[in-house]
């Protein structure tokens, strides 16, 4: 392996592998000051150092020496009182009760595996190394060590920070980031991702003004309103074209993405937990570890950008065991049935499952003792008596029986208060004293910092999951966090509970899939409101949202895709009218909206199974004979426009290629539009499957494909028609010519 990290005599550091380099150095003072942070470098240790040494009026002098502050240095791991004056990544009280920290430079080493961190899931390591810098605090004697990790094969630039108390008094952190970012004067934009239940992964772009720009969580998860991801881009980025900065967090609570802009125009990118609400208390001894921030370079616009999250998700982040493994394909009850649901139901809808073939049935929400809508029975994970006499187990059996496999729903962190463990235990709920707990979808939050509601709920789906049928988990978690208070902790570690409630859930989750680890697990919190990656290390799969009309399915798919590979994604066919929006469309526009993610399915009762069947039986068919393909392909935006979307698909082998385009509202006398397709060999021809005809790589890259012709319906027979109507999809399949 190549040596990636190399230090000068004079302290200068650099990682550089044939995607980036990053370079940075101890300056004599010994302030981490950051140089370089984009394309390769031939001669890394050389970089210029960007940063000059100037008189500036008004400008306080670090240590009072001369010509050199902090307000204008771009550094590795800024703290606040100094003479930077910009928010800072580390910040809190020291021993003395003041909140003036100073960190210098120590030390370093370089170690090849990739250290993991504690209670926290980390990037897989493997042809890596890993520059670990050691700070110190001397008045304070507060150790802060920064971990950068480098891979061979990766544009990922993986970073941490670790906080150690080595002083015989307490200190408190407030800002403890995983990694500092600072950049030097450009014309940036931001694209970041908002949304909310049902409408996820909106991307807005926006000039970096100045000030500071936060995305952030105080929810309790990462939520929909903003999904951990900020990219800083070269003004005027295109999909193909621009130098593109983006990052995400290996953490599912509250986080934040900072950005901003100083007098001087350098730009600092903050990542990891949000500061807003949060308090550690560091005893004597003890270490803190942020979680990890990851940072993407890219040069070649968005596309490449994704390109290098997707390859980095799913062989460092999604549980390895589902590398490329196709994904079944099912039937959901939700959308079917609700909490209707009852053993008969579940055994005809498995019949009808049966019929159209899928592969697996899962038997969503309302299957526990008393669930017959969601006011009550969160926390009592037994099936109903009633409806479920012979248990689940036996209902598991049953449908596996049928040559299917069997799925089932959990909401494990919430409990009603109609329901048995809230009587037991109203303790273990997040609350606070003499105030009256918010509710959110009737329910209340249970409180995972807790170590005795982890064994509970462990011991709770470890029951249903030791009878060896159960396939596949679907998680969910349905309301954000109020009154956030554990009734276990003393006054002064209040503030820390809802980053110990993520530590408790990444144990629950790291015990329940260490026991179980062929069960295919699915992230949903109301669908994407805690989409990210710490979740994504446990769960193969997420839920990207409860929004399953296409049109509204496309928005989410499109922004998904920026850091997401679709491997990680699941949709299904849900009714018409849809039952979020009220859209009517196609059986066929529903299932290409979701026909490029790994696991797709259907949520559809037993009549419009029926009034579909064929349909529905060859779009599965065709799910099935792709799955294989749907892992660990190449995705790309080609088009995205008002009214039209186009996305390319190209296998793992590349010898197959999928175009869908997608024509929302149909109008009369469009212009003749085509696409053009990516990353083909343009020496090799490709076969479209419909029709036999060939067509070169080259040509399909530089002149495109000309597409569909949109509403007028079918008249002549030399040309391709759009399905009549508004949302209309179609997909093409080519197949490259190997001879
Ligand atoms: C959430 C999920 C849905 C469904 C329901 C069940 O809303 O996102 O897919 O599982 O809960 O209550």
């Not at 190399?6 to 950051?34: C, D, R, W």
């Not at 990462?222 to 193909?240: I, R, Y």
């Not at 890219?298 to 062989?315: E, I, N, T, Y």
């Not at 709920?429 to 064994?455: A, C, F, M, W, Y």
């Amino acid at each position: 392996m190549s040596k990636m990290i190399t230090v000068s005599e004079n302290n200068v550091f650099s990682l550089t592998n044939s995607k980036f380099s990053y370079v940075f150095m101890a300056s004599p003072e010994g302030v981490m000051q950051h140089i370089h942070y984009g394309g390769p470098l031939r001669e890394p240790l050389k970089a210029s150092v960007h940063h000059l040494r100037t008189q500036r009026e008004t400008a306080s002098t670090y240590q009072g020496g001369q010509y050199f502050s902090l307000s204008d240095t771009p550094q590795e791991y800024p703290s606040f009182g100094t003479s930077d004056y910009r928010f800072p990544a580390l910040h809190g009280r020291n021993s003395d009760g003041n909140t003036v920290y100073s960190l210098e430079y120590f030390g370093y080493e370089i170690v090849k595996k990739k250290p993991r961190l504690k209670k926290m899931p980390t990037a897989r390591g493997g042809k890596s190394e890993t520059l670990i810098i050691t700070l110190k605090d001397p008045l304070h004697k507060l150790t802060v060590e920064l971990y950068y990790t480098i891979y061979e094969d990766y544009g990922v630039l993986v970073r941490a920070a670790k906080m150690k108390n080595e002083g015989d008094k307490e200190l408190q952190l407030q800002h403890a980031f995983s990694s500092a970012l600072d950049l030097p004067p450009q014309d940036y934009e931001i694209i970041h991702m908002h949304g909310t239940w049902s409408r996820e992964f909106n991307v807005e772009r926006i000039d970096v003004p100045k000030g500071r720009f936060v995305v952030d969580s105080a929810r309790g998860t990462s939520s929909a309103a903003h999904n951990p991801f900020l990219a800083l881009v070269q003004k005027g980025t295109t999909e193909d074209y621009g130098r593109v900065y983006a990052t995400t967090l290996i953490y599912s609570g509250n986080f934040a993405l900072s950005v901003e802009k100083g007098e001087f125009e350098d730009v600092r990118l903050l990542a990891g937990i949000n500061p807003f609400n949060f308090h550690w208390r560091l005893k004597p001894g003890k270490t803190f570890c942020t979680p990890e921030a990851l940072h993407v370079y890219a040069d070649k616009g968005l596309r490449s950008m994704s390109h290098q999250w997707h390859d980095f998700v799913r062989d460092k982040i999604s549980p390895k065991q589902f590398r490329h493994v196709p994904r079944p394909t099912y039937l959901n009850t939700w959308e079917a049935a609700y909490f209707d649901v009852d053993e008969d139901k579940v055994l005809h809808l498995a019949d009808k499952a049966k019929d159209i073939g899928v592969d697996m049935l899962v038997l969503d929400d309302g299957w526990f003792e008393g669930r017959r809508d969601d006011t009550s029975s969160l926390g009592d994970w037994i099936a109903d008596g009633a409806r479920f006499p012979s248990g689940i187990p036996a209902l598991a059996a049953k449908v596996k029986a049928k040559g299917l496999k069997f799925g089932i729903w959990f909401e494990p962190e919430m409990v009603n208060p109609k329901s048995q463990l809230f009587e037991n235990h109203p303790d273990w709920i997040l609350h606070v004293p003499g105030r009256k707990p918010s509710l959110g979808r009737n329910q209340l939050t249970l409180d995972l910092s807790r170590p005795e509601v982890i064994d509970y709920l462990f011991g709770q789906i470890d029951d249903i999951l030791s009878c060896g049928d159960i396939d596949y988990v679907k998680w969910d978690m349905n309301r954000n966090m109020t009154e956030v208070g554990s009734a276990a902790l003393p006054k002064n570690r209040q503030r820390e509970v809802s980053h110990r409630y993520i530590l408790g859930l990444y144990d629950l989750l790291r015990r329940l899939t260490a026991k179980y680890p062929t069960v295919l697990f699915e992230n949903c919190a109301s669908g994407g409101n805690r989409f990210d990656l710490g979740m994504l290390s446990y769960m193969a799969q997420g839920w990207t949202s409860d929004m399953c009309d296409p049109i509204g399915r496309l928005e989410i798919i499109n922004g998904c895709s920026y850091l997401y590979p679709l491997d990680v994604t699941a949709a299904y066919i849900g009714p018409s009218p849809n039952h979020q929006n009220g859209r009517i469309s196609s059986i066929e526009t529903r299932f290409m909206a979701g026909v490029f993610c790994a696991a797709r399915g259907v949520s559809l009762n037993e009549s419009d199974i029926d009034t579909h069947k064929e349909e529905l039986q060859s779009l599965m068919k065709f799910a099935k004979a792709s799955a294989a393909n749907m892992v660990g392909g190449r995705f790309d935006r080609l088009i995205k426009n008002k009214n039209e979307v186009c996305w390319q698909y190209t296998t793992r082998d590349e010898r197959t290629v999928y175009l869908a385009y997608f024509h929302k509202l149909s109008a009369p006398n469009l212009p003749f539009r085509r696409a053009r397709l990516c990353g083909l060999d343009q020496d090799r021809d490709y076969m479209l499957v419909e029709d036999g005809s060939y067509y070169g790589g080259d040509a399909l890259m530089q002149s495109g494909m000309p597409l569909p012709y949109v509403s007028t319906g079918h008249v002549r027979e030399s040309v391709r028609y759009m399905p009549k109507g508004d949302f209309s999809a179609y997909l093409f399949e080519f197949r490259r010519h190997e001879g």
